[in-house]
C-alpha cells in the first residue's frame, strides 16, 4: 500500500474547499428559486450583488489603503462584470421556472460549450474525444428538456438555462484570460460593482416594500452564499491545482438535487436523472480534458 500515490494534505484541503463553495452557489440557487417567487427578479439580483460587492470591498480595500485595486484591463474587467450579470439574470429567471437540480446540470454543460466557442471562433483544434464529450453532454441536456413532450412537460422557460450557457462560457473564456495578469481579489471586486451599478439603473421601476422578515432574511441568505461561496473557490484554487479541483465542480449538481428535496419537495424523474448523469460524466472530463490542456480555467457555475 505504501507504493499508492497520495493525494497532498494541501490538495485534499483544497478540494475540501471547493466542495464546500459549490454547496454555497446550491444553496445560493435554491434560496434564489425560493425569493423570486415573491419579490421581483432584478430587486434580488440587485440584493445578491451589492451584498457581494460591499464585502468584497470591506475585504479588499482596507489593505491597500483604501484606493481602487489596480487594473491592466478595465475594459475587460467591465465586459466580464456585465457577462456576469447576463448569466445572473438569465440564472433567476430559470430558477423562476425551473426545479434547480435540472437548472444545474443545464448549466454544467458550459465547458462544452466553451469547446464550441474554441473550435469555431478560437479556432482551436478539438480532439475526437472532446467531440464525442460535446455531443454527450448536449443528448444529456435534450434528455432533461425533452422537446418533443414527455411527462416533464416542454415549457419555453427550459431554454433559459442555453442563454446562460452562452453568456457563461465567454466570461470563464475571459475570466482565464485575465487571470494571467490580475489578482482574484481585483477581478471580484470589479466584477461584483460593475453588476451593482448596472443593476442599480432598473431598481427604481422594480423596487417594493417586503412586509415578511422571512423575505429579507432570504435575500440576506443569497448574498452571503455568493459571498462565501466566492471565497472559498478563491482559496480552494490557492491550495490545489485547477486539474485536480475540476471534477469536484460537478458536486453541485448532487446538492441542487438535495436543495429541491428539501425546499420544495421535488425529485427528478428516471429520464431527469439520465441527463444529469450524462452532463455530469461528459462536462467533468471534457473540464478536465480543458484545463489539463492548459485552454481554459473552468470555475463554478453560480448565479
Known amino acids: 500500500m505504501s507504493g499508492l500515490p497520495r493525494t497532498p494534505p494541501h490538495a485534499l484541503a483544497g478540494i475540501a474547499l471547493l466542495v464546500t463553495a459549490v454547496a454555497c452557489f446550491a444553496v445560493l440557487d435554491t434560496t434564489t428559486k425560493a425569493v423570486t417567487l415573491s419579490v ?42 456585465l457577462l456576469l450579470l447576463c448569466t445572473s439574470l438569465f440564472a433567476f429567471f430559470s430558477l423562476k421556472y425551473m426545479p434547480v437540480g435540472e437548472f444545474t446540470a443545464i448549466v454544467m454543460i458550459t465547458p462544452l460549450v466553451m469547446t464550441l466557442l474554441a473550435s469555431f ?5 478539438v480532439s475526437s474525444l472532446r467531440w464525442l464529450l460535446v455531443a454527450g453532454g448536449f443528448t444529456g441536456t435534450l ?20 442563454g446562460l450557457v452562452v453568456s ?53 441568505l443569497m448574498g452571503s452564499a455568493a459571498t462565501v461561496g466566492h471565497f472559498f473557490m478563491i482559496l480552494a484554487y490557492g491550495k490545489a491545482p485547477v486539474s485536480t479541483l475540476t471534477p469536484f465542480l460537478y458536486a453541485q449538481i448532487g446538492f441542487a438535487m438535495l436543495g429541491g428535496w428539501l425546499a420544495f419537495s421535488h425529485v427528478p424523474d428516471g429520464l431527469s436523472v439520465l441527463g444529469m448523469v450524462m452532463i455530469a460524466v461528459c462536462g467533468a472530463t471534457g473540464a478536465w480534458l480543458a484545463v489539463r490542456e492548459s485552454r481554459v480555467m473552468i470555475q463554478a457555475t453560480e448565479s
Not at 428538456?145 to 422557460?157: K, L, Q, S, T
Open 40 to 81: 421581483p427578479v432584478l430587486m434580488a439580483l440587485w440584493v445578491r450583488y451589492a451584498f457581494q460587492a460591499i464585502a468584497t470591498t470591506l475585504a479588499v480595500l482596507p489593505k491597500r489603503g483604501w484606493s481602487l485595486p489596480p487594473t491592466a484591463h478595465p475594459k475587460f474587467q467591465t465586459l466580464r462584470g
Open 143 to 162: 434528455i432533461i428538456i425533452r422537446p418533443g413532450g414527455g411527462d416533464g412537460g416542454f415549457n419555453w422557460a427550459m431554454l433559459l438555462p442555453l
Open 168 to 220: 457563461n462560457a465567454w466570461f470563464q473564456i475571459l475570466t482565464s484570460r485575465l487571470a494571467r495578469t490580475e489578482h482574484p481579489m481585483t477581478t471580484h471586486f470589479y466584477t461584483g460593482w460593475v453588476g451593482t451599478l448596472l443593476a442599480s439603473l432598473a431598481l427604481p421601476f422594480v423596487w417594493t416594500s417586503l412586509s415578511s422578515w422571512h423575505l429579507w432574511a432570504a435575500l440576506g
Open 121 to 125: 471562433t478560437l479556432g482551436e483544434r
